[in-house]
């Protein structure tokens, strides 16, 4: 009875274990490994827009801030004015609200009527070595932006959203583990059987 009991339970035993053990990880991460900056490289490569400019005016709004600043230089993308408008969020691992008449490096997304700052490498005090990182990151030295710009409306096209992915083909690696654990549990009933 209890070999077969362990021939029943030895093969299911990785499926059943390994989900628990990746839910029991998931709770024991600390709350502050949320809060580490991604590395500039990575968080540069991820913003479509990147530039540079000193902030003139900042507002608190529901969720966070929302600062005016007048862009100095554009390393990557598109500003379609001189004064934009950037959101920064509110909150531990977010930018918050940032000092009026101090430059910083923008790295953000579009968001509507303005431009979005996510986490803690969005909107960073513009250093001498933050700037030359920039431009080693981006390969532009940075394109002077004036005020004589016409205003333009931004836009932006949200990637994956017509195609979503089909039932069967998300629920593929879970029907796999299961069929694979079953076909071990075949097996092991079969080597069972012979050595009787």
């Given amino acids: 009875m209890r070999r077969l009991l362990a021939v029943l339970v030895l093969p299911v035993l990785p499926v059943l274990l390994v989900p628990a053990l990746v839910v029991a990880g998931a709770a024991t991460t600390p709350a502050y490994a949320a809060c580490v900056p991604q590395p500039m490289a990575v968080a540069a490569a991820r913003a479509p827009v990147v530039f540079s400019g000193t902030v003139t005016g900042s507002t608190p709004v529901t ?8 862009v100095d230089r554009l390393y990557r993308g598109d500003v379609p004015v001189a004064d934009v408008r950037v959101r920064t969020g509110a909150g531990e691992c977010q930018a918050n609200q940032l000092a009026t008449g101090k430059p910083y490096l923008f790295l953000v997304v579009p968001a509507g009527d303005a431009w979005q700052a996510r986490g803690l490498r969005g909107a960073q005090s513009l250093t001498p070595a933050l700037q030359a990182e ?7 030295e940075g394109t002077p932006v004036t005020a004589t710009e016409p ?43 012979r050595r009787h």
């Fill in 63 to 70: 969720g966070g801030f929302v600062q005016t600043v007048t």
């Fill in 134 to 140: 920039i431009v080693r990151l981006t390969g532009s």
């Fill in 151 to 193: 205003a333009r409306e931004i836009t932006y096209t949200q990637v994956g959203s017509e195609r979503p992915r089909p039932l069967l083909r998300a629920a593929a690696p879970g029907l796999a583990l299961a069929l694979a654990g079953l076909l071990g549990l075949l097996v092991v009933g079969r080597l069972a059987r």
